[in-house]
Nanobody, 122 residues
Framework: QVQLVESGGGLVQAGGSLRLSCAAS????????MGWYRQAPGKQRELVATITRGGTTNYANSMKDRFTISRDSAKNTVYLQMNSLKPEDAAVYYCNAGLLVGTTSVSYVEAWGQGTLVTVSS
C-alpha cells in the first residue's frame, strides 16, 4: 500500500509564499505522475498543477504564473512553491499520485493525501 503525506501548509499573509511537500512511501511502486489539487469551502476540488515522471508540467491557468510544481524523484516527493498568495488561494491542498503498483502483476492506482490547510489572511 502506498501512502502520500503532505506538509507545509499554514497561515500566511496575502502576498506571501508557502512551499508544500508530498512524499510517497510504500512497497513495490513507481510514480507515473504527481500533482496538487485544492478544495475551498463550498467549492469543488480543482486542479492546481501536475508533473509527470518525465518532468512535463501542467498548471491551472489562474495559478501558473505564481505557483511552481517540482519533484525529487529520488525521494518520491513533489513540491508546490506558491508565491504571491491571495485570499482566494485559501483551501485544503491535496496531493495526488498516479502509481504503478506491484511486481509480477502491475496495476495503476490513484492515491490521495490527507490534505494540508492553507490559510491566507488579507
Amino acid at each position: 500500500q502506498v501512502q502520500l503525506v503532505e506538509s507545509g501548509g499554514g497561515l500566511v499573509q496575502a502576498g506571501g509564499s508557502l512551499r508544500l511537500s508530498c512524499a510517497a512511501s510504500g512497497n513495490s511502486f513507481s510514480i507515473s505522475r504527481m500533482g496538487w489539487y485544492r478544495q475551498a469551502p463550498g467549492k469543488q476540488r480543482e486542479l492546481v498543477a501536475t508533473i509527470t515522471r518525465g518532468g512535463t508540467t501542467n498548471y491551472a491557468n489562474s495559478m501558473k504564473d505564481r505557483f511552481t510544481i517540482s519533484r525529487d524523484s529520488a525521494k518520491n516527493t513533489v513540491y508546490l512553491q506558491m508565491n504571491s498568495l491571495k485570499p482566494e488561494d485559501a483551501a485544503v491542498y491535496y496531493c495526488n499520485a498516479g502509481l504503478l503498483v506491484g511486481t509480477t502483476s502491475v496495476s495503476y492506482v490513484e492515491a490521495w493525501g490527507q490534505g494540508t490547510l492553507v490559510t491566507v489572511s488579507s
